[in-house]
């Protein structure tokens, strides 16, 4: 794949060396064996000092990086479920956390989380289905001074063709101040999702960074086949949402842009921290296969892994990039989460292969192949300010390296 992204940007190959040089990890620094259980995800803060780490043993870790980048351990989070996914508040202090948990089997919720100076559980509403990850928004969408919760539906989530997310107010934790009040969950909004002809529901929705020029819209993967999804979905939260809570329940009926990705399973979706980039881990169809109809089986997938990064506006494909390796089957294909750093010039995943993947976008480059853990490497994060990389693997730990 030739990269439509020029090779060179900071002027000469010597600044771009030290560019590369200095935000590619190579060595590991330290190792988190405190879970009991696979370690399904792990996330810095915005601040990048903060770290949290996201099990099956129903825990989440919290730690704080001192200047040599070891971790500390401030605080673990219990849960009633596995723990999936985590997000920082989005702005300053970085000391909230938004949970989502649940799984086959278990109830599943969104849950926000103050981790310092005491831990304390401050609101906790049900979320359906699971991989619905919850996320802090700005509410309303783009003219908003408050924060939302956007979560999942209750048990009847999905009508028909019509998938319901749920919108949650945080007036009174925006207004706590150093002393925050768990609060009784008050319903803000029902939004309404159109389907169309997909089968499959929208999953792992991702919402845009707060600041950049992307801020209200959401990513999400779908599919028009039961076990894999072959497509991304954008929509944009409303915006002309009235003040008063009991006036904005709506629902909102939103507009979805498909956007399909033919003869590929689609694993994650990361926006890039300036909203300008989307970053899709994929694994293609042995044969370019089409997806299958809901009553036919899943199509075989290949081993190869394949990140593409996508410009957020057009949806075109500026670069692809290889070599992980996935071995799970297609009826089940692993989640693997990505990250994207140093003015979107860097980019990492893990694999089924045990490793850490890191390469440069424009160069189009392979940097690094990070080897460490025993099992599959689920997420990994980047620290902006320790200039770390975090992975979590289903061997139960958390490496940093640097």
């Not at 996330?43 to 730690?63: E, H, K, N, Q, V």
């Not at 939302?148 to 945080?170: I, K, P, Y």
């Not at 993967?221 to 072959?230: E, R, S, V």
């Not at 629902?251 to 921290?273: C, D, F, I, N, T």
């Amino acid at each position: 794949w030739a990269s439509s992204v020029p090779r060179a940007r900071l002027g000469s190959w010597r600044a771009e060396l030290r560019h590369t040089v200095l935000h590619t990890p190579s060595r590991r620094v330290a190792t988190i064996c405190d879970h009991s259980d696979e370690v399904l995800f792990a996330t810095f803060a915005p601040c990048g000092s903060l770290l949290a780490s996201c099990s099956r043993d129903r825990r989440t870790g919290i730690y704080r990086l001192d200047s040599s980048c070891q971790p500390m351990r401030i605080a673990v989070l219990q849960h009633e479920s596995t723990v999936l996914r985590a997000h920082w508040w989005p702005e300053y202090p970085h000391r909230r956390l938004t949970v989502s948990t649940g799984g086959p089997g278990e109830r599943s919720f969104a849950e926000i989380w103050e981790v310092e100076p005491v831990p304390a559980l401050l609101l906790k509403v049900s979320s359906i289905p699971f991989d619905i990850y919850a996320a802090v928004v700005r509410w309303p969408a783009g003219t908003g001074s408050q924060h939302a919760l956007l979560a999942g539906g209750d048990r009847n989530f999905l009508t028909g063709s019509v998938q319901e997310m749920r919108v949650w107010q945080l007036d009174a934790l925006d207004a706590a101040g150093d002393v925050p009040i768990p609060q009784e969950p008050q319903l803000l909004a029902r939004l309404r999702l159109p389907l169309g002809t997909a089968s499959n529901h929208c999953h792992c929705p991702e919402p845009a960074p707060p600041d950049s020029a992307a801020a209200g819209r959401v990513a999400a993967l779908t599919g028009t086949g039961p076990f894999q999804c072959d497509a991304l979905v954008l929509f944009d939260l409303p915006s002309d949402v009235p003040e008063a809570p009991s006036e904005a329940q709506g629902p909102y009926h939103l507009q979805l842009r498909l956007h399909a990705l033919p003869g590929r399973a689609v694993l994650s979706v990361k926006w890039s921290r300036d909203g300008s980039l989307l970053v899709v881990n994929t694994r293609p169809h042995l044969g370019g296969s089409a997806v299958a109809e809901p009553s036919q089986p899943a199509p075989p997938l290949s081993t190869a892994i394949e990140l593409l990064v996508l410009d957020a506006a057009s949806l075109s494909t500026l670069s692809v990039h290889g070599g992980h390796f996935a071995f799970t089957t297609a009826e089940a294909p692993f989640i693997l989460h990505t990250d994207i750093w140093a003015d979107n010039d860097i980019l990492a995943s893990g694999g089924e292969d045990r490793c850490v993947h890191v390469w440069h976008r424009r160069h189009g480059r392979q940097l690094q192949r990070l080897e460490g853990h025993l099992e599959p490497v689920n997420a990994v994060s980047w620290s902006t300010s320790r200039h770390v990389l975090a992975s979590a693997s289903d061997d139960h730990t958390v490496i940093l390296w640097a």
